[in-house]
C-alpha cells in the first residue's frame, strides 16, 4: 500500500459524457502528479498541481482539466469523453515538486471505460 | 523532448538465472534521474530502483541493479536469481532534475519468468 488513494476503481460511462476522477495523496505530500496508461499511448504524464498551483502540464487535452484542493487532494476532470479515453488513470504524490529527487508513490488507479 | 525507449517488448527466463532489460534514453541535459518501475497484474506502479545521472556508481538494491552508461545513454536492469514474483511489465522512466514536469516512461517490457 503506497498510502496513496484513488476513487472510484473502476467507472464505466458513455460517450460525452463527464467524470471526475479523485486522488489523496500520502499524508506530507504537497505535490500530485497524474498519468494515463492506455493500450496506444502506453503511460503518460498529464498534470502536476504542488500546493494547490498547477506546476506543469504534460499532454493533457483541453477537454481535460485538473485541480488541488487545500486539504491537498486533488481531482482529474475529463469531459466529452472519447473511446480513445478509455485508460487506466493514475495520480501519484510526492514530498515536493520534483519529481526526479523526490520518489513518486503511484496510487493504485482508476480504471476508465468509455462505451 | 525527452524520449525513453525500451527494445524488448517481451522477455522470457528461467526461474533462478539472470535476466537484463534494456532501455535507453536521449536527452540534451546533465542533470537527471532514471527510473525501473514494475507494473505487476495488479496494476500497482512499484518503484524498483533510482539512478542520479550524476553517481557514476550503479544503483543497486538487493537483487536488481543496474548498468547505467551515460555516454552512451544507456540504461538496462539486471535481475538476479530472478523469481516467479519478478513476473511483471517493467518501465524505464527519465526525469529532469529541476523540472516540474512528471516521468517520461518507456513503452514497458513484459518479463516472464519460467518456472
Known sequence: DSGVTQTPKHLITATGQRVTLRCSPRSGDLSVYWYQQSLDQGLQFLIHYYNGEERAKGNILERFSAQQFPDLHSELNLSSLELGDSALYFCASSVEGQAGRNEQFFGPGTRLTVL | ?115
Open chain 2, 1 to 115: 523532448a525527452q524520449t525513453v525507449t525500451q527494445s524488448q517488448p517481451e522477455m522470457s527466463v528461467q526461474e533462478a538465472e539472470t535476466v537484463t532489460l534494456s532501455c535507453t534514453y536521449d536527452t540534451s541535459e546533465s542533470d537527471y534521474y532514471l527510473f525501473w518501475y514494475k507494473q505487476p497484474p495488479s496494476r500497482q506502479m512499484i518503484l524498483v530502483i533510482r539512478q542520479e545521472a550524476y553517481k557514476q556508481q550503479n544503483a543497486t538494491e538487493n537483487r536488481f541493479s543496474v548498468n547505467f552508461q551515460k555516454a552512451a545513454k544507456s540504461f538496462s536492469l539486471k535481475i538476479s536469481d530472478s523469481q516467479l514474483g519478478d513476473a511483471a511489465m517493467y518501465f524505464c522512466a527519465y526525469h529532469s532534475g529541476g523540472g516540474a514536469d512528471g516521468l517520461t516512461f518507456g513503452k514497458g517490457t513484459h518479463l516472464i519468468i519460467q518456472p
